[in-house]
């Protein structure tokens, strides 16, 4: 079996899990844009992020000799380990209400402003406790003016919204007639408009699969902050499973290893997202249309993108999970930095803050620079697990 076992590695695995986490998202939004509903992208992408998992226990779950205190994958199926199977299921199950409920956030509140609500809530409360059920092993001093840093960076964000909602209100004002009725009406102009004009704003809202025009935003922050706690409880629920804290497991049977409860944490994150996902084709919510097995196994557009989604959600939890057993849970909760990458992506992609006022784009820097100061202080807390 593999082991990240040096601070170096460790920090690396967050870096990548940064990205990868940072991305999928994106992903996600571009084909909700796109008019793709979001239970047919939703079940393509819990198919192959539970994927990811199976080859991260079949690979480095594999390398190597088995030992006692560290079984391979296979070999650790057959243990009597249920307490800690059940953390690590929980945690999944905590990630799947998160993301499911971020997906729809997305179309509602912005890809930007759901990451930064959603990561200040989870390194607030999540990052607090794997810091004492790690026994403390990051830095202190360091650690805790990381979290103060990333609050102040949720303040930003919530400024950085407010300011662009005020300045798109402004664009789309100043039509000669609502907009809303127009995208409805389908009298959306048939040239390409500029992006961040009133008329992009208005061709988004006639090809999209989400309306929100006239929807309520406070589902949507509402969605953001039920999110936000799911994330925050299911890194400390995947540690529980890994390092039995709670001492659980009886007498002589070794705690998971890391791809062990990454297998049982994804299991339960696909089950429970194939329940949900089925439901919500027959029964939709915001006012999207009703679907079936046979328009989604039909739907084909966007389809691979939805598996990119899912490889990188996958892989990328998987290396956070890896570097956090490595230095510590707490540290690795820096991939929480991730609207660094999603606000990247939300400015390249889809145009976000584009013609926006220049208080915007002084908001906006001040948000991403703090990011970067906290995702740097909290990879610094980082500590070495000291073995049992």
């Not at 406790?129 to 026994?135: E, K, Q, R, S």
């Not at 990328?316 to 707490?330: D, I, K, T, V």
């Not at 208080?359 to 620079?369: E, I, P, R, S």
Request: hydrophobic residues 50%.
């Amino acid at each position: 079996m593999y082991v990240v076992e040096s601070k170096a590695g460790a920090i690396g695995c967050m870096i990548l899990a940064l990205l990868f986490l940072g991305t999928w998202p994106a992903v996600l939004t571009f084909l909700e844009r796109r008019g793709r509903l979001p239970q047919h992208t939703y079940l393509d992408y819990t198919l192959t992020n539970f994927l990811a998992a199976i080859a991260i226990a079949l690979t480095f779950g594999e390398i190597g000799s088995s030992t006692t205190l560290m079984p391979n994958f296979l070999l650790q199926l057959t243990q009597d380990n249920w307490p800690s199977v059940m953390f690590a299921m929980a945690g999944g199950i905590f990630l799947c209400l998160g993301n499911l409920s971020t997906q729809y956030a997305f179309a509602l509140v912005g890809l930007s402003v759901t990451e930064v609500i959603t990561a200040s809530i989870t390194v607030v409360i999540g990052t607090t406790v794997n810091y004492f059920l790690d026994g403390k092993i990051n830095k202190a001093e360091i650690l805790f003016p990381g979290v103060a840093c990333f609050l102040v960076a949720v303040f930003l964000g919530s400024w950085v919204h407010r300011s662009n909602a005020a300045d798109n209100k402004a664009k789309l004002g100043s039509l000669p007639y609502k907009a809303e009725a127009r995208a409805q009406g389908g009298e959306m102009s048939t040239g390409k408009a500029k992006v961040g004009s009133a008329g992009y704003l208005i061709e988004l809202e006639g090809r999209r699969s989400i309306k929100v025009f006239g929807k309520n935003t406070y589902i949507g922050l509402a969605m953001c902050f039920f999110a936000g706690g799911c994330f925050s409880l299911f890194s400390p629920a995947f540690n529980l499973a890994t390092n039995d804290q709670w001492h659980t497991l009886k007498d002589g049977v070794p705690h998971l290893v890391v791809y062990t409860a990454f297998f049982y944490f994804s299991l339960s994150c696909f089950v429970l997202a194939v329940i949900l996902n089925v439901t919500l084709l027959y029964h939709p919510v915001l006012g999207l249309p009703k679907s079936s097995f046979k328009a989604y196994f039909s739907d084909w557009n966007g389809r691979g993108w939805a598996f990119v989604a899912g490889l990188l959600c996958g892989f990328g939890n998987g290396l956070q999970f890896m570097g956090g057993q490595a230095a510590g849970y707490a540290a690795a909760d820096a991939v929480q930095a991730l609207p660094l990458v999603s606000t990247f992506w939300g400015i390249l992609l889809f145009g976000e803050y584009r013609r926006s006022s220049r208080k915007t784009y002084v908001l906006l820097a001040g948000m991403l620079l703090m990011f970067m100061v906290a995702v740097g202080v909290l990879m610094a807390s980082a500590g070495t697990r000291k073995e049992e």
